[in-house]
């Protein structure tokens, strides 16, 4: 086969089996669906931003993880629109790698921030008297820095790896660039790739594991005191339902083996590898917006006086 990296183009053919029907009905979903996600994530942005009351570290990882769903719909959003409403199915080497880095960042920052999340919350359950102590404004803006160094990073590497060899084919199979489909289309491949690979699995099982386990310990701490029942069910909750979600839309993603993909109905698998894109960046504010009562109060207008009554 040719080299094909000198010619810096990706042929995306997700939806090559899709008549014109079948794109205008996905289209007639999806932009509306871009558009909520924003007003709903940018609503929940500008109230933690402007109400000070709301300026503590469990609505600032709130506000993180809204900032981290904008970042993924508008890595995959756009471009996929372009897909179904033009035909257009070429995209860029440059491009490629941008949307990539994109994705991964709005991938690993989802399970970093709703690992701090939980952290925040087992201090706040198990160890209440030393919540304020221990959330220091340092510690705080560490756990912030985590959140978005360590997507970072991973995004960097994973494209170092996916760009190590040249590309023998130009045919991304996905609705969109990762760096999985970037290694695919390599003319050679090594042992790098499958120790990256490993490496990424082992990490997000190693977040994974620590949440179930703080969540575990704050069940424990919960089965006793009134108190910690309400706070767990005011502010865990929502939290536990956004993890559990997300896990959810993950695993139809990485379920998707090249079997699969020949097995099931073209327009399935394209749904269920976008479904991480798409589902957890419109249901996260949604629950939050309506289990957080501060948050409820504002987007209800009940007034700055609500914002006292919840629970650290």
């Known amino acids: 086969m040719d080299n ?3 010619h810096h183009f990706f042929t995306v053919t997700a939806l090559d089996e899709w008549d014109w029907t079948s794109r205008i009905i996905f289209f007639s979903f999806a932009l509306p669906g871009y558009l909520l996600t924003i007003v709903l994530n940018a609503a929940l942005i500008m109230i933690i931003a402007f109400e000070k009351a709301l300026h503590e570290p469990m609505y600032i990882f709130l506000c993180n993880l809204c900032v981290n769903d904008l970042c993924g719909t508008t890595g995959f959003y756009p471009r996929a629109l372009v897909y179904l409403l033009t035909k257009t199915n070429r995209i860029s080497l440059e491009e490629c790698i941008v949307q990539s880095i994109v994705i991964i960042v709005y991938g690993a920052g989802e399970f970093s921030n709703l690992s701090v999340m939980a952290v925040d919350r087992y201090i706040a359950i198990c160890q209440p008297l030393r919540y304020h102590s221990i959330m220091s404004p340092f510690a705080v803006w560490s756990l ?23 590309f023998c084919r130009n045919d991304i199979v996905k ?28 990490t997000a099982i190693a977040l994974i594991s620590f949440v179930l386990i703080s969540y575990f310990k704050i069940i424990l701490a919960c089965r006793k005191s009134k108190v910690n029942q309400e706070k767990f069910f005011s ?4 939290h536990l339902i956004s993890f559990l979600n997300y896990i959810a839309c993950v695993f139809f ?19 269920l590898t976008v479904i991480f894109l798409i589902v957890p960046p419109v249901v996260n504010p949604v629950i939050y917006g309506i289990k957080l009562s501060p948050v409820r109060a504002k987007i209800l207008g009940g007034g700055s006086s609500c914002l006292t009554q919840q629970p650290q």
């Open 235 to 238: 502010t865990c909750v929502p």
């Open 144 to 166: 912030v820095t985590f959140i978005w160094i360590y997507p970072c990073f991973l995004s960097i590497m994973a494209i170092l790896v996916a760009m190590k060899y040249p």
């Open 175 to 202: 609705l969109f660039c990762e760096n999985l489909s970037l290694v695919n289309l390599q003319c050679k491949q090594d042992n790098l790739n499958g120790i990256f690979n490993g490496w990424m699995y082992v």
């Open 4 to 6: 094909i990296s000198s």
């Open 253 to 271: 993603d990485s379920s998707q083996t090249e079997f699969r993909a020949k097995s099931l109905p073209r327009m399935l698998y394209t749904f």
